[in-house]
């Protein structure tokens, strides 16, 4: 069965720095989706990505959140300065359809910033 | 936006006894239900989910009941088993969004 993948599984920063986080979604799935989890709390919907462009973005994602599909198979998630309130595990997930459909969730990157 | 709250937070069952966890959302516009098991340090995984052109879905142990009027659904789980431990998540969606707006989160231990 194919699942979506995501790397790395963990990723330690300075803070300031930039990082990439990398996913790649089921391969006939067209929406795509970065959610957020601090340790012991609720998952939390940053951005949805459809047809190469946002189609929703929450409150936490701000300017110094980007996304992107660079070719045809990984969707990317890019912080550009962090701070020690990223730290969090961050869950790529794909669907076929709108969010009304299954949306399948990768392993996750656990991020550290220091 | 959609609001959406899950109780209760922890929820601890002896080992063949049923265990409910509820959910209540504010967003009448939702009509999609999804349940996720997380179970630690893995990825959420779906279980059951349930459309609101229905009231009731079951998958052998596990059922989903959701009441629109109320704007409430609930997870039940029979007979339950040890690996049924793990962090259970509610969620609603409507066809309008493009998001899924997650509970806090339902820590469920089965007692052996």
């Known amino acids: 069965e194919p699942e979506v993948t995501q790397t790395p599984s963990h990723q330690v920063t300075q803070m300031g720095q930039e990082v990439i986080l990398r996913c790649v979604p089921i391969s006939n799935h067209l929406y795509f989706y970065w959610y957020r989890q601090i340790l012991g709390q609720k998952v939390e919907f940053l951005v949805s990505f459809y047809n190469n462009e946002i189609s929703e973005k929450s409150e936490i994602f701000d300017d110094q959140f980007s996304v992107e599909r660079p070719d045809g198979s990984n969707f990317t998630l890019k912080i550009r300065s962090t701070k020690l309130e990223d730290s969090a595990m961050y869950f790529c997930?794909?669907?076929?359809?709108?969010?009304?459909?299954?949306?399948?969730f990768g392993p996750g990157t656990r991020l550290t910033v220091l | 936006g959609e609001n959406v709250e899950q109780h209760p937070s922890t929820l601890s069952v002896q080992e063949g006894d049923s265990a409910v966890i509820k959910c209540t959302y504010s967003?009448?516009?939702?009509?999609?239900f999804p349940w996720y098991k997380q179970e630690l340090g893995k990825r959420p995984q779906l279980i059951i989910d349930i459309r609101s052109n229905v009231g009731e879905k079951k998958d052998q142990r596990i059922a989903v009941t959701l009441n629109k009027t109320a704007k409430h659904f609930s997870l039940h789980i029979t007979e339950t088993q040890p690996e049924d431990s793990a962090v259970y998540f509610c969620a609603a969606s409507s066809v309008a969004g493009n998001q899924f707006y997650f509970g806090t989160g339902t820590s469920l231990t089965v007692i052996p």
């Open positions: 997930a794909s669907s076929t359809d709108r969010a009304t459909d299954t949306q399948y």
């Open positions: 967003d009448s516009a939702s009509n999609y």
